[in-house]
């Protein structure tokens, strides 16, 4: 078909519960008068199996926990000074990281990227009573060029990002198969930092799949988790390049379920 289907699947141990998400993303959908995704999530008893609720969130709380993942990247590893925050992409995801960044990011001047004129509009239309002042282009140079903190938000099987200065984040969030490809492999071998969502699963989709084929090395590949507990170096100095490869795990889905679960009680 036309589109992707995700089945991810997991439990914490020692936890009450074990969560199954369906997610897909059809990205033809739009010229239906659809959306992109749908999805939902199945939450059991990790001790009896018994079915504890189906959440038919049509995909909107992956894109908050997609979001929040992002922002995460962001507080632990961009620069500390972000003149520019660069969006790649117009899309519901492109849209949830720029709205997650606001309380992590101290930085209202955004240029989004996309290759649709109206597209580009609307995304500017949509934060018209927001604090940001956005600058829409269809110029990928000036998302290179002027900003500190860049977030990619396409399905591009094709690198938009070709080239990086220093100081600057990436946190890549669209390269989630083994096709999909935003960035441009070298750009990975150039970063002083190279942070994944999960090594195991980034070596086998997404940027840092498409960045071995070309010769990358994952033995200086860390997690984010390990960035937060300390167990690794974080962004040490604002000339750094660091980048984020976000293909997305199964503990953020476990995690919002319980949150929702816990609301619904």
């Given at each position: 078909?036309?589109?992707?289907?995700?089945?991810?699947?997991?439990?914490?141990?020692?936890?009450?519960?074990?969560?199954?998400?369906?997610?897909?993303?059809?990205?033809?959908?739009?010229?239906?008068?659809?959306?992109?995704?749908?999805?939902?999530?199945?939450?059991?008893?990790?001790?009896?199996?018994?079915?504890?609720?189906?959440?038919?969130?049509?995909?909107?709380?992956?894109?908050?926990?997609?979001?929040?993942?992002?922002?995460?990247?962001?507080?632990?590893?961009?620069?500390?000074?972000?003149?520019?925050?660069?969006?790649?992409?117009?899309?519901?995801?492109?849209?949830?990281?720029?709205?997650?960044?606001?309380?992590?990011?101290?930085?209202?001047?955004?240029?989004?990227?996309?290759?649709?004129?109206?597209?580009?509009?609307?995304?500017?239309?949509?934060?018209?009573?927001?604090?940001?002042?956005?600058?829409?282009?269809?110029?990928?140079?000036?998302?290179?060029?002027?900003?500190?903190?860049?977030?990619?938000?396409?399905?591009?099987?094709?690198?938009?990002?070709?080239?990086?200065?220093?100081?600057?984040?990436?946190?890549?969030?669209?390269?989630?198969?083994?096709?999909?490809?935003?960035?441009?492999?070298?750009?990975?071998?150039?970063?002083?930092?190279?942070?994944?969502?999960?090594?195991?699963?980034?070596?086998?989709?997404?940027?840092?799949?498409?960045?071995?084929?070309?010769?990358?090395?994952?033995?200086?590949?860390?997690?984010?988790?390990?960035?937060?507990?300390?167990?690794?170096?974080?962004?040490?100095?604002?000339?750094?390049?660091?980048?984020?490869?976000?293909?997305?795990?199964?503990?953020?889905?476990?995690?919002i379920s319980k949150a929702v679960l816990?609301?619904?009680?």
């Open positions: 078909p036309p589109g992707d289907v995700h089945i991810k699947y997991g439990y914490i141990k020692n936890d009450n519960v074990y969560v199954i998400k369906i997610a897909s993303g059809f990205f033809h959908n739009s010229n239906l008068g659809l959306p992109n995704g749908y999805g939902m999530m199945l939450i059991y008893d990790q001790k009896t199996g018994e079915p504890k609720a189906i959440l038919n969130d049509e995909s909107y709380l992956t894109d908050v926990r997609t979001a929040i993942a992002g922002s995460i990247s962001a507080k632990y590893l961009a620069p500390s000074k972000v003149k520019n925050i660069g969006i790649v992409g117009t899309g519901i995801q492109a849209r949830m990281q720029l709205k997650y960044l606001h309380d992590i990011i101290d930085c209202e001047s955004v240029i989004v990227w996309g290759r649709n004129e109206e597209s580009l509009k609307k995304y500017k239309d949509d934060f018209s009573k927001s604090n940001y002042k956005i600058t829409i282009t269809k110029d990928i140079d000036q998302i290179i060029e002027r900003c500190q903190l860049i977030v990619t938000c396409t399905p591009s099987e094709i690198p938009i990002i070709t080239s990086v200065n220093t100081g600057t984040h990436i946190t890549a969030m669209g390269s989630d198969t083994l096709t999909k490809q935003e960035i441009a492999a070298p750009i990975l071998s150039q970063a002083d930092l190279v942070i994944a969502d999960s090594r195991s699963q980034c070596e086998f989709r997404g940027e840092i799949y498409q960045a071995i084929k070309d010769g990358f090395s994952m033995k200086d590949v860390v997690e984010i988790g390990e960035v937060i507990q300390g167990k690794v170096k974080r962004r040490e100095n604002d000339k750094q390049i660091t980048i984020a490869d976000h293909t997305g795990v199964a503990v953020q889905d476990i995690q816990k609301y619904l009680n």
